[in-house]
């Protein structure tokens, strides 16, 4: 008579067999995951609110090229944007860098002409919901018929 004999596993052949992770291999990649977080999102925020204020700055030289535009016509700066062709007296840019209606909740700046007469005009880009918010080193952003700069908050590096 035959005997077959069974093999038994040896000591660290259950480990072959377990598919997955532990619970500690899994909270060690949140955390992992945590911490590169908490690095990294303050810094694409600062970006984020870097990239708003460059469309708010282009926007501004945008008017200001109208305004000189029109002034070449007409011998005077103009009272209102809607004369120089844009939907409204002061408009939004929203969160895609684009003009939009007034009162959007995605909108990130106003821009308005402050200041105006016949031989001078100041155009103002003031931040709104969120990008005033996040953006407290830069106010608002001005620029004059003359081209210069300005801007209210702490900073003096917002141009």
């Known amino acids: 008579m035959t005997t077959v004999a069974t093999q038994r596993p040896g000591p660290g052949a259950w480990r072959k067999l377990q598919r997955g992770m532990s619970l500690l291999e899994l909270m060690v990649v949140v ?14 925020m600062g970006h984020i609110t870097r990239a708003n204020r460059t ?8 008017v200001a090229d109208r305004q000189e535009q029109f002034f070449a016509n007409h011998k005077r700066y103009a009272d209102h944007l809607t004369d120089l062709g844009y939907g409204a ?14 009162g959007a909740g995605d909108s990130i700046y106003r821009e308005q002409i402050n200041a105006v007469t016949p031989v001078t005009y100041t155009i103002a880009a003031v931040p709104q919901l969120r990008q005033a918010g996040h953006d407290t080193q830069c106010l608002s952003l001005t620029l004059t018929n003359a081209g210069q700069r300005g801007q209210t908050g702490p900073s003096t590096d917002c141009w």
């Open 89 to 102: 007296n002061g408009f939004m840019i929203d969160d895609q860098r684009a003009m939009t209606a007034a």
């Open 55 to 62: 469309a708010a700055k282009r926007f501004l030289l945008q």
């Open 31 to 44: 955390a992992i995951i945590t911490i590169i977080a908490s690095v990294g999102y303050p810094s694409y």
